[in-house]
């Protein structure tokens, strides 16, 4: 029985989709002068982790049949992917794998790494449908069976996640399978005690290794903010950041908390080497407006060309946070609730819902808000923001 290995992040998932709305086409960004910075590269060349792909690579590429080589620097870029938020280690992890990658019957360590990257990048369905495969040849694989719960959370089969996160208590660690139900629980009525129960079980777990606590932490972090607990989601934040403090998903979520509290000075400094991503590109240009800097337009431009380029590929991967930048920087009110919109209609995470609460706040849009408060209703799901807005 191969034994089951995991990957913890919670991902904003959607699929790909054209829309056609004000602000679609921008003129390219054009740089204040040569001296400008306009990308940095992911990793520089004596980084120690560049070494190690390159040498993967090269020994790769002088034994293209070899899976196991292929497999080991496609999990290191997945993992790279992970943890910077940069979409180009999904290319790298691909091309890793392009050998196989192809295959309507793939080996089942390429069908994972698949479906993550197919997660990652927004297509549901194929992620799905490779767990499928996987999980019909391996039904006791614990991380396909998390990665599946996963998804079908964020697009609001709750009942879905829900069996995959029971199946998970026969294959994983108590804190894993754990995380799984409370973290589900939490967003269908039972928010206060899901909390509670996943904090006691936290302090029960010295010996987790240090991704899984900064997982957990996350997790509590977030709960915590939407149960209007204000000082246990800070020490939360801090206590991940402190073990993965290069993590962009905490990141992006401990950045939001920071400029709901009105305290954006932190944000500029949290983020000052972390904009390579748009969606940390956008709170640094998020802060600055609170600041009132004269800054904030050059971040404007540089996310309208990011967000044009993304059009232009067919990328729509960001497409919550194109929405939050149309409605809080650009002000253009109907052109983002057509883009929550359209964000809602794919992935259900309450920051979704709280982004299309302000979207049709903004426009007046009754007949939106009485969706939302009818959602809310048939889930139970609870959060203090946008309570507070819906009031």
Not at 307 to 318: E, I, K, N, P, W
Request: proline share 4%; glycine share 4%.
């Amino acid at each position: 029985m191969r034994p089951a290995k995991f990957h913890f992040r919670s991902l904003a998932v959607l699929v790909t989709l054209v829309l056609t709305a004000a602000g679609a086409t921008a003129a390219p960004y054009v740089p204040r002068s040569d001296d400008q910075v306009l990308e940095r590269l992911p990793l520089a060349p004596t980084d120690p982790t560049a070494r190690e792909l390159r040498g993967l690579r090269q020994a790769l590429a002088q034994q293209p049949g070899r899976l196991d080589l292929a497999i080991q620097l496609a999990r290191r870029y997945t993992e790279l992917g992970r943890v910077t938020g940069d979409p180009r280690f999904a290319g790298y992890a691909q091309a890793a794998l392009a050998g196989w990658w192809e295959q309507s019957e793939p080996p089942a360590e390429v069908l994972l790494i698949r479906a993550t990257l197919r997660q990652r990048t927004h297509d549901f369905d194929a992620a799905l449908a490779d767990l499928a495969v996987l999980l019909q040849r391996h039904p006791r694989d614990g991380q396909a069976r998390l990665t599946r719960a996963t998804i079908l959370q964020v697009q609001g089969d709750f009942n879905g996640a829900a069996g995959e996160c029971a199946a998970l208590r026969r294959l994983a660690p108590e804190v894993v399978w754990a995380a799984c139900a409370y973290g589900l629980a939490s967003v269908t009525g039972h928010l206060r005690a899901s909390y509670d129960a996943l904090s006691s079980l936290l302090a029960r777990q010295a010996e987790a290794k240090p991704e899984v606590q900064a997982w957990v932490l996350s997790m509590l972090a977030e709960m915590a903010t939407r149960a209007g607990l204000n000082d246990a989601a800070e020490a939360h934040f801090r206590a991940a950041l402190a073990i993965d403090p290069s993590d962009h998903y905490l990141l992006t979520a401990y950045s939001d908390w920071l400029l709901d509290q009105r305290r954006p000075s932190e944000v500029v400094t949290l983020l000052a080497s972390q904009q390579r991503a748009d969606a940390l590109l956008l709170r640094q240009t998020l802060a600055l407006k609170q600041l009132g800097s004269p800054q904030v337009d050059a971040g404007v431009e540089q996310l309208r060309a990011r967000f044009a380029s993304s059009r232009l590929r067919g990328d729509r991967v960001h497409l919550r946070e194109e929405a939050r930048f149309t409605l809080e920087l650009l002000g253009d009110q109907r052109a983002a609730l057509a883009l929550a919109r359209a964000n809602w209609a794919i992935q259900k995470e309450l920051p979704d819902l709280r982004l299309l609460v302000e979207s049709a706040r903004a426009t007046r849009d009754a007949a939106t808000l009485d969706e939302v408060r009818q959602w809310l209703l048939q889930t139970s799901a609870e959060d203090v923001a946008i309570s507070r807005l819906l009031s």
